[in-house]
């Protein structure tokens, strides 16, 4: 029932407000109760962000005090071979990670919107590999893509060959890499998918049936339109996990982010810099510079998506 | 006319009582030191007997996970919250000495003259932590490899480690071919010996010993320059990549030697230290030392490179609590004996080869007597990032399988920059 209904079957006019006083110490308890929240927020999130800014525009090895040097981190990370080589990974691990990820994750839910026998338990045992923690998966992983493991014993025979070099070779590794990594997220994205499917009417889709319509026009005229949001969700969820690619290379990975930087991505240079190069300067810059990336990429997925 | 303000000076000198250690009250240290699960019940005694010898010290001794120690370290300081006292190898010594973190040995309070006296003192231990007749830590543990023999697998292959233990580099080509299986692939399933793959500090232990022996030098740490494009580089680096392509004795792909090892995957293996023993214990393996082999034509009698660990003081302590972490360290580091027989961590404190269990055991004679012959890796800031630049230009040669000449010419250049830094 409006307010103003309210207020009228209590015999007062719409135009009692209440009075000022009232509304400021409103405002003020208000204030009060969410201070805690506000406070955690800017000592845990706000406060580091600004030093780190700050910190990117000094040299800083952390045994010694900053030293600040305005934009020397940036312009000699541009001219570092090893942070242009993390871009290139990290875009190229975004790639594997986001497009495989959209569009299988949403097959598959597709796949699961359809009552079909014991689809619950088939819906359990895909969603399954987002469970465990991923460092555990990466583990798991190493153990059965030894070169001559279980998966090699299982491919193997088709090529005729008894080793396969998974994690040592430069192209394969970076392959294992989006394969494990998409095989953690479709499950996890394909819920998302399915959540947004759910709020897609039925009657549209009965109605596009009536009239006609085969199940490619269906999908494409009514079902994927109406999944705009979750579209655009999905996209923007996976990229920001994509780019922020650091568990994978660092456990399965030789020497962390090998062989030979094939896999050195910008979170795994931005750990080195910092904690095992003495280069806290940089590792600064690369991330703000990351976030800016993330930044500017989030932003154009949403207003991409806010367009009709 | 002067006035007092009595109130005033009363205030003033209640802040003073307050903010200094009243007289006779002891000093606190705050040590850190790295998890070593033999130690942490020495660790305890050590303190424990310390502060009743000098009740004016009280030890505040934190033990860090091995995997986290460093990183703890670095943010301790950062964040004016690092320990007076701790316990680092010598891999990073040289960034901490760069960054002035370090203070010197204080050798009165140790109990010395001179630096040969704390030579005399604490043994050869000491080199590791020397910087042009400076002294910046003391040794809890000195460490150096030696090749270990599976003794099993080695009668296997009819081989007995007493006497077919290969004395240079190029028999052990000879002997891992022996000792190694392999199934119907061609794959090696137990591996006669591999070098340690497994970290970039295995570069400077392993493969810049293998250039030393030859009689390079990667690295001049004086003048802070790098040498990476020699013949002696090149010849270790082909080595290494022929063991692993012509050869297929090992390579990278595999589980790591250690691993392997103490798993029967590896007959042999050359980077153990005398605190192996008890993991070979435990894995059930009846085992042999040997000396790491030397090349044929090599001109220098050097095994694997040493390292040590350190108790190193934090210059930015306060005076009296330097003076009592000094106190501290030169109590713990001359505990040898205790270290190696509680402990199983060598020094070279003179009174640990007395030791009737260090006597006992004949191959510790092996560690001892390439200790003699070892160098340090370089001790240079950077030390990390130029380990990561050569395990790299080792993947691109042995695994890329890119132009040696070019990916050392660029690892030389690449190394020039790091250094060029400092």
Same mark, same amino acid.
């Given at each position: 029932?409006?307010?103003?209904?309210?207020?009228?079957?209590?015999?007062?006019?719409?135009?009692?407000?209440?009075?000022?006083?009232?509304?400021?110490?409103?405002?003020?308890?208000?204030?009060?109760?969410?201070?805690?929240?506000?406070?955690?927020?800017?000592?845990?999130?706000?406060?580091?962000?600004?030093?780190?800014?700050?910190?990117?525009?000094?040299?800083?090895?952390?045994?010694?005090?900053?030293?600040?040097?305005?934009?020397?981190?940036?312009?000699?990370?541009?001219?570092?071979?090893?942070?242009?080589?993390?871009?290139?990974?990290?875009?190229?691990?975004?790639?594997?990670?986001?497009?495989?990820?959209?569009?299988?994750?949403?097959?598959?839910?597709?796949?699961?919107?359809?009552?079909?026998?014991?689809?619950?338990?088939?819906?359990?045992?895909? !969603?399954?590999?987002?469970?465990?923690?991923?460092?555990?998966?990466?583990?798991?992983?190493?153990?059965?893509?030894?070169?001559?493991?279980?998966?090699?014993?299982?491919?193997?025979?088709? !090529?005729?060959?008894?080793?396969?070099?998974?994690?040592?070779?430069?192209?394969?590794?970076?392959?294992?890499?989006?394969?494990?990594?998409?095989?953690?997220?479709?499950?996890?994205?394909?819920?998302?998918?399915?959540?947004?499917?759910?709020?897609?009417?039925?009657?549209?889709?009965?109605?596009?049936?009536?009239?006609?319509?085969?199940?490619?026009?269906?999908?494409?005229?009514?079902?994927?339109?109406?999944?705009?949001?979750?579209?655009?969700?999905?996209?923007?969820?996976?990229?920001?996990?994509? !780019?922020?690619?650091?568990?994978?290379?660092?456990?399965?990975?030789?020497?962390?982010?090998?062989?030979?930087?094939?896999?050195?991505?910008?979170?795994?240079?931005?750990?080195?810099?910092?904690?095992?190069?003495?280069?806290?300067?940089?590792?600064?810059?690369?991330?703000?510079?990351?976030?800016?990336?993330?930044?500017?990429?989030?932003?154009?997925?949403?207003?991409?998506?806010?367009?009709? | 006319?002067?006035? #007092?303000?009595?109130?005033?000076?009363?205030?003033?000198?209640?802040?003073?009582?307050?903010?200094? &250690?009243?007289?006779?009250?002891?000093?606190? #240290?705050?040590? @850190?030191?790295?998890?070593?699960? &033999?130690?942490?019940?020495?660790?305890?005694?050590?303190?424990?007997? =310390?502060?009743?010898?000098?009740?004016?010290?009280?030890?505040?001794?934190?033990? =860090?996970?091995?995997?986290?120690?460093?990183?703890?370290?670095? *943010?301790?300081?950062?964040?004016?919250?690092?320990?007076?006292?701790?316990?680092?190898?010598?891999?990073?010594?040289?960034?901490?000495?760069?960054?002035?973190?370090?203070?010197?040995?204080?050798?009165?309070?140790?109990?010395?003259?001179?630096?040969?006296?704390?030579?005399?003192?604490?043994?050869?231990?000491?080199?590791?932590?020397?910087?042009?007749?400076?002294? %910046?830590?003391?040794?809890?543990?000195?460490?150096?490899?030696?090749?270990?023999?599976?003794?099993?697998?080695?009668?296997?292959?009819?081989?007995?480690?007493?006497?077919?233990?290969?004395?240079? @580099?190029?028999?052990?080509?000879?002997?891992?071919?022996?000792?190694?299986?392999?199934?119907?692939?061609?794959?090696?399933?137990?591996?006669?010996?591999?070098?340690?793959?497994?970290?970039?500090?295995?570069?400077?232990?392993?493969?810049?010993?293998?250039?030393?022996?030859?009689?390079?030098?990667?690295?001049?740490?004086?003048?802070?320059?790098?040498?990476?494009?020699?013949?002696?580089?090149?010849?270790?680096?082909?080595?290494?990549?022929?063991?692993?392509?012509?050869?297929?004795?090992?390579?990278?792909?595999?589980?790591?030697?250690?691993?392997?090892?103490?798993?029967?995957?590896?007959?042999?293996?050359?980077?153990?230290?005398?605190?192996?023993?008890?993991?070979?214990?435990?894995?059930? *393996?009846?085992?042999?030392?040997?000396?790491?082999?030397?090349?044929?034509?090599?001109?220098?009698?050097?095994?694997?490179?040493?390292?040590?660990?350190?108790?190193?003081?934090?210059?930015?302590? &306060?005076?009296?609590?330097?003076?009592?972490?000094?106190?501290?360290?030169?109590?713990?580091?001359?505990?040898?004996?205790?270290?190696?027989?509680?402990?199983?961590?060598?020094?070279?404190?003179?009174?640990?080869?007395?030791?009737? $269990? %260090?006597?006992?055991?004949?191959?510790?004679? *092996?560690?001892?007597?390439?200790?003699?012959?070892?160098?340090? $890796?370089?001790?240079? &800031?950077?030390?990390?990032?130029?380990?990561?630049?050569?395990?790299?230009?080792?993947?691109?040669?042995? #695994?890329?399988?890119?132009?040696? $000449?070019?990916?050392?010419?660029?690892?030389?250049?690449?190394? $020039?920059?790091?250094?060029?830094?400092?």
């Amino acid at each position: 029932m409006a307010m103003n209904d309210v207020r009228q079957m209590a015999g007062r006019s719409v135009t009692d407000l209440p009075a000022p006083s009232l509304t400021r110490h409103r405002k003020w308890w208000g204030l009060l109760f969410v201070a805690p929240a506000v406070l955690f927020f800017a000592v845990f999130a706000i406060f580091p962000i600004g030093f780190g800014v700050y910190l990117s525009f000094t040299r800083y090895d952390l045994l010694t005090p900053p030293q600040w040097i305005g934009l020397g981190n940036y312009t000699g990370l541009f001219r570092d071979r090893a942070f242009l080589v993390a871009i290139g990974n990290t875009m190229l691990f975004v790639f594997g990670a986001t497009v495989p990820v959209w569009v299988l994750s949403l097959w598959l839910a597709l796949r699961f919107d359809r009552c079909f026998a014991s689809r619950n338990i088939w819906k359990s045992l895909f !969603f399954s590999p987002v469970l465990p923690p991923l460092v555990v998966v990466a583990v798991i992983w190493k153990v059965l893509l030894h070169p001559n493991g279980l998966v090699t014993g299982l491919v193997g025979p088709i !090529f005729g060959v008894t080793e396969i070099r998974w994690l040592t070779d430069p192209v394969l590794s970076r392959l294992v890499m989006i394969v494990v990594n998409d095989w953690t997220m479709i499950p996890f994205f394909s819920m998302i998918w399915l959540a947004g499917l759910a709020g897609v009417p039925d009657d549209l889709r009965r109605a596009g049936e009536l009239d006609g319509a085969s199940d490619k026009q269906i999908f494409f005229l009514i079902t994927l339109p109406l999944l705009k949001p979750t579209a655009v969700l999905v996209a923007a969820l996976s990229t920001i996990n994509a !780019f922020q690619a650091f568990v994978l290379q660092y456990e399965m990975t030789p020497d962390r982010g090998g062989p030979a930087d094939a896999n050195l991505t910008l979170g795994l240079l931005i750990l080195k810099y910092g904690f095992q190069y003495f280069r806290m300067g940089e590792a600064a810059a690369a991330s703000v510079l990351l976030f800016a990336v993330i930044l500017l990429v989030t932003a154009a997925q949403l207003w991409l998506g806010r367009q009709k | 006319m002067i006035r #007092i303000d009595l109130k005033r000076i009363c205030s003033v000198a209640v802040i003073a009582m307050l903010a200094t &250690p009243a007289l006779g009250e002891p000093v606190t #240290i705050a040590v @850190w030191m790295h998890e070593h699960p &033999p130690r942490l019940a020495l660790d305890e005694k050590l303190v424990a007997a =310390f502060e009743q010898a000098n009740p004016d010290i009280n030890v505040d001794l934190t033990i =860090f996970p091995n995997a986290q120690f460093e990183q703890r370290l670095q *943010i301790g300081f950062a964040s004016g919250d690092g320990p007076d006292l701790f316990n680092s190898g010598s891999f990073n010594i040289g960034q901490y000495r760069h960054s002035r973190l370090l203070a010197p040995v204080d050798l009165k309070t140790v109990g010395v003259d001179d630096l040969n006296e704390l030579k005399a003192k604490f043994g050869i231990g000491i080199a590791g932590a020397e910087f042009d007749g400076v002294a %910046y830590g003391l040794p809890t543990e000195v460490s150096n490899y030696a090749c270990v023999a599976n003794n099993a697998l080695w009668r296997t292959a009819g081989l007995n480690p007493a006497k077919d233990a290969p004395a240079t @580099w190029e028999e052990m080509v000879e002997v891992a071919r022996k000792l190694t299986r392999r199934d119907d692939g061609n794959v090696p399933v137990v591996r006669g010996f591999d070098f340690n793959w497994s970290d970039p500090i295995f570069m400077w232990l392993t493969f810049n010993a293998m250039v030393n022996q030859l009689g390079g030098t990667v690295i001049d740490e004086a003048a802070l320059t790098a040498d990476f494009d020699s013949v002696q580089v090149r010849t270790v680096m082909d080595f290494w990549s022929a063991w692993a392509n012509d050869w297929a004795l090992g390579g990278p792909q595999y589980t790591a030697s250690r691993d392997a090892f103490l798993a029967g995957e590896l007959a042999t293996e050359c980077t153990f230290g005398s605190w192996g023993r008890d993991q070979f214990k435990a894995a059930g *393996i009846d085992y042999t030392f040997f000396p790491v082999p030397r090349w044929r034509e090599g001109t220098v009698d050097t095994g694997f490179n040493a390292y040590a660990y350190y108790m190193m003081v934090n210059a930015n302590a &306060p005076p009296e609590r330097q003076e009592a972490a000094w106190r501290f360290a030169a109590f713990y580091a001359s505990q040898g004996e205790a270290l190696f027989e509680e402990a199983g961590l060598f020094t070279t404190v003179p009174a640990v080869q007395e030791l009737e $269990s %260090y006597t006992s055991d004949g191959s510790n004679t *092996i560690f001892t007597d390439e200790l003699d012959k070892a160098v340090f $890796s370089p001790r240079v &800031p950077g030390f990390n990032e130029l380990g990561d630049a050569l395990a790299r230009a080792r993947d691109r040669i042995v #695994i890329n399988h890119e132009d040696a $000449s070019a990916a050392l010419g660029e690892l030389e250049a690449e190394a $020039s920059t790091i250094l060029g830094r400092f």
